[in-house]
């Protein structure tokens, strides 16, 4: 992990210097959403790269904002942007929603189909405990990765279809103790729907790295109108026999399926012209089980004449089955435009791969490459909790302001659900079974949430409900347990609840209540006989429900002036390791 580090810090420190403080409107983007996260200013600004940064408060209210000690090492990333951080000391999950439907421009609701959504993380010492935590990033209902921050930046990326979904949640989970869960920044492109769409738009795509080759500075927008980030490999070191080559194309159409920017199309490594080496080896290694996949991007850099040839095979492992190359080898980069070969499903050997680049029979000139993007697909996108369960459970939050800022999939992953619900175990769309929502300060009257039908369990006990008991709290087919105990409802015990053989049911503790062998506020189906009817007898024992607590967040904002500093960019994707090296190995 520290080889790669390293070298992902040299290479970035070469980040590019743009001097354009144009406001871009993005044209071919329909979200272009750069979030800077704990930053409290309200002017939007933006930064050395053309991109417009917010606050984060419109879409988040939990968790707390800090300004990091440490400025990041390397200057070229927007050091604002990383000088800022959401930490979230409280609660198992904390989640950003954004609507992605009130963020299209000039009033358009075209929906946004797929996303890039990156998260970007720097630690910077924030807490003074020299300790960058570990914990759980999730997207929609979905894992996403395990965040391991470290000394620099850390970033991770996702790719996925939103299907008809108008939100983009983002949660961060804490897994270990001690470990606060925190973000620096999350960035939302939209892309065109086919974009990395080649399993299907079930698929989500996490990304493992993205190199431009013999570039001298890291693509992103406005050069990437997705605003992928593209690292610049040069030659590595004195020993390699490769060289930077660029085009002399005077325009590259980069229109492939998954739109490369020309500027990665411009430059290329090749072997250097005397080296007797007319060979290219990639290889790496990949700590993980699956299989990964490559988009390679390949264009000529001089016009060829009739005698000139460039061709090349791709070889996997040393393995000759071309199977899983698309399109099949071998390779001949066009001049003027792009080529895009994927390699699929490819498996690593002690967790080692090599990809070789050698030249067919027939080929006057070495091969080269542009630029290499590396993925892997994650497991089916969830459909997410139940919608009938979710809009109910928005009318609660509606109703009651201490529930209003819960954010992301109630029950989605398990078991980060809410901290006031319990859901069934369907990993695709679970139903919400039980709501947990005693000794909340609730107030006032209940709204009809009689549409979550899968309810076993509804506590409410302990908070100053009001109003006659609502006669749909006894129609839930499945409810097992209703407690409305230490409230302030009035009237009687409606006939759905007092006829419900199967409920186990408690009002006691609601003085204006009236209870009677007709009107009967606490049974047991257990005991069989109902008890004898309490709780409106003696209206002195009322206890008055506590002062609202429990879900609110207590902790005092700090307001922080953005600090300017110096920042770092380090690619980390915590699973990988990654060893570039080029040589000629085969003559
Ligand atoms: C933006 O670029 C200018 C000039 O290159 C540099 O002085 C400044 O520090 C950069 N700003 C940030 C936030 O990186
Ligand atoms: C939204 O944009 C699409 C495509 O640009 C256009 O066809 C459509 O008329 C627009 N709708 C509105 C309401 O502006
Ligand atoms: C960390 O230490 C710095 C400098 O000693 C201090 O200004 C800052 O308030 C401390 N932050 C926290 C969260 O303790
Ligand atoms: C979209 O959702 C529907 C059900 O709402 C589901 O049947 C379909 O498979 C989903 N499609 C994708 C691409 O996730
Ligand atoms: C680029 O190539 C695509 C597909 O090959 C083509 O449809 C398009 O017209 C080309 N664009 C230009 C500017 O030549
Ligand atoms: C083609 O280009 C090469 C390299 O520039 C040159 O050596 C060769 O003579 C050219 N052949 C023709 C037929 O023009
Ligand atoms: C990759 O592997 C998966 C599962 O092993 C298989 O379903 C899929 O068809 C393979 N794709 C290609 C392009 O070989
Ligand atoms: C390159 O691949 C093609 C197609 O699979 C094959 O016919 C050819 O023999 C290969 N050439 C070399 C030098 O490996
Ligand atoms: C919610 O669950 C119920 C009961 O299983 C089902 O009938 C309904 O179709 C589900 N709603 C959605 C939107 O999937
Ligand atoms: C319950 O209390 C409300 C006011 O809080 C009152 O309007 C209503 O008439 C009461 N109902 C009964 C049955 O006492
Ligand atoms: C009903 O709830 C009250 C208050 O929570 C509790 O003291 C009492 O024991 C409960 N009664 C039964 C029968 O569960
Ligand atoms: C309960 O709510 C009623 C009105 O909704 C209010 O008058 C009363 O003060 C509240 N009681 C407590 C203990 O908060």
Same mark, same amino acid.
Request: proline share 8%; hydrophobic share 35%.
């Given at each position: ?9 040299? #290479?970035? *420190? ?15 983007? =329909? ?15 933006? $930064? ?16 707390? &904002? ?38 299209? =421009? ?44 470290? $000394? ?55 990304? *493992? ?16 109108? /997705? ?57 790496? &290694? ?10 390679? /991007? ?10 000139? =040839? ?98 992301? $999939? ?29 000794? #909340?300060?609730? &107030?006032?009257? #209940? ?105 609110? $967040? ?32 085969? #003559?």
């Amino acid at each position: 992990m520290n080889t790669s580090l390293h070298l992902n810090l040299l #290479l970035l *420190l070469v980040f590019a210097h743009l001097s354009c403080f144009l406001v871009l409107v993005p044209v071919s983007a =329909k979200v272009f959403l750069s979030i800077d996260c704990g930053s409290l200013s309200l002017k939007s600004r933006t $930064d050395n790269n053309s991109i417009l940064w917010v606050g984060d408060s419109p879409y988040i209210q939990t968790g707390t &904002t800090h300004k990091v000690n440490i400025a990041p090492k390397i200057t070229g990333w927007d050091s604002r942007v990383m000088s800022t951080l959401r930490a979230f000391p409280t609660r198992k999950k904390n989640c950003y929603s954004i609507d992605i439907k009130s963020k299209t =421009k000039g009033g358009n609701t075209t929906t946004v189909e797929r996303v890039l959504v990156r998260a970007n993380f720097y630690y910077g010492n924030y807490d003074n405990k020299s300790s960058p935590p570990t914990f759980n990033l999730q997207f929609n209902g979905n894992d996403w990765e395990q965040i391991t921050a470290t $000394d620099g930046i850390v970033f991770t990326e996702v790719v996925y279809s939103l299907n008809k979904s108008r939100n983009i949640d983002v949660c961060l989970a804490q897994t270990q103790p001690d470990n606060i869960p925190f973000i620096s920044a999350l960035e939302i492109r939209s892309l065109d729907s086919d974009a990395y769409n080649y399993l299907g738009s079930e698929y989500p795509v996490f990304f *493992l790295d993205r190199q431009a080759f013999g570039t001298h500075r890291t693509i992103r927008y406005p050069d990437d109108s /997705y605003d992928r980030i593209w690292r610049s490999i040069g030659p590595l070191g004195n020993t390699s026999t490769l060289t930077r080559v660029t085009s002399n194309s005077p325009s590259i159409n980069a229109t492939t399926v998954d739109k490369p920017p020309e500027a990665v199309l411009r430059t290329t490594l090749t072997p250097m012209k005397n080296s007797s080496e007319k060979n290219m080896v990639y290889s790496g &290694t990949l700590d993980s089980k699956l299989p990964s996949h490559f988009n390679a /991007y390949f264009s000529e850099v001089i016009k060829l004449n009739s005698t000139q =040839k460039r061709s090349f095979n791709l070889t996997v492992n040393n393995n000759f089955d071309n199977s899983i190359i698309f399109p099949p080898n071998p390779v001949i980069p066009p001049y003027g435009r792009a080529l895009e070969v994927h390699i699929f499903n490819m498996t690593t050997f002690n967790s080692s791969f090599s990809i070789d680049f050698s030249p067919t029979n027939d080929s006057t000139l070495p091969p080269l490459v542009n630029a290499l993007e590396w993925f892997q697909f994650g497991p089916k996108l969830v459909q997410g909790t139940n919608s009938t369960d979710v809009e109910a459970l928005g009318l609660l939050q509606k109703s009651f302001i201490q529930l209003r800022d819960w954010n992301g $999939d109630p029950c989605l992953p398990s078991p980060y659900t809410w901290d006031w619900v319990d859901c069934n175990d369907d990993p695709d769309s679970p139903r919400v079974t039980a709501l947990n929502l005693n000794n #909340l300060g609730l &107030t006032g009257l #209940l709204p009809d949430f009689s549409a979550m039908d899968a309810l076993k369990i509804i506590n409410l006990s302990n908070n100053n409900l009001t109003q006659e008991i609502p006669e749909f709290l006894g129609t839930f087919p499945e409810l097992t347990v209703l407690n409305l105990a230490d409230n302030n409802f009035n009237g009687t015990v409606p006939s759905s609840i007092s006829d419900n053989v199967n409920l186990k049911f408690n009002a006691t503790g609601n003085p204006n209540l009236l209870c009677t062998p007709t009107s009967v506020c606490n049974t047991d189906p257990e005991s069989r006989i109902p008890p004898p009817s309490t709780g409106n007898t003696d209206p002195e024992s009322r206890i008055p429900p506590p002062p609202s607590t429990g879900n609110t $967040d207590t902790e005092p904002r700090i307001p922080s002036p953005v600090e300017k500093g110096r920042s770092s960019k380090t690619f980390a994707q915590p699973i990988i390791i990654l060893l570039i090296m080029f040589s000629g190995l085969l #003559l």
